[in-house]
């Protein structure tokens, strides 16, 4: 499925009322492990925080986001989640190949809290060839090796 990243920050948020809707629906629709606060709150403070989501776009919807938070040496993902019906088609993985692109292109590497990835994504993240460097309390998220993964 063809998808292309789309960045949701507080001004689009506030903005586009399609990708408000997108961005609960997807929340909404999350697997087994349930957010730990209501989708709207969320989301909410998320945004509030100067924080953004990172998302896959397909005929201007949204049907996959990742919560960002960035600063000057990373881009500090968590919370994938991709719309049910959509699932097992390659949009969470086209996801993750895309911002791993558009990170690395301001210069800056993935991480992510290892308390916040679950088993799930640390299998798909392995699969598409991503080598999880564990650094205290988090993972840096390599970029696949040549070869390695299916993107």
């Known amino acids: 499925m063809p998808v292309t990243l789309h960045l949701v920050d507080q001004a689009t948020w506030t903005s586009d009322p399609q990708a408000q809707l997108d961005l609960v629906r997807i929340y909404a629709d999350a697997p087994s492990e349930p957010l730990k606060k209501p989708v709207d709150r969320f989301l909410r403070e998320h945004l509030e925080a100067g924080h953004f989501f990172a998302c896959a776009r397909f005929n201007d919807r949204l049907l996959g986001a990742l919560a ?4 000057d040496q990373a881009w500090w993902l968590s919370e994938l989640c991709v719309r049910k019906a959509t699932r097992r088609r390659g949009v969470g993985s086209r996801l993750l190949a895309l911002v791993s692109d558009a990170a690395r292109a301001t210069g800056c590497e ?3 809290h290892s308390s916040q990835l679950p088993v799930a994504d640390q299998v ?10 564990i650094t205290g309390d988090y993972f ?3 970029p696949p090796l040549q070869g390695g993964g299916n993107t």
């Open 140 to 142: 840096v998220l390599a």
């Open 110 to 112: 993935l991480r992510t």
């Open 68 to 71: 960002v938070s960035a600063d």
């Open 124 to 133: 798909l993240l392995t699969r598409l060839g991503y080598r999880m460097d």
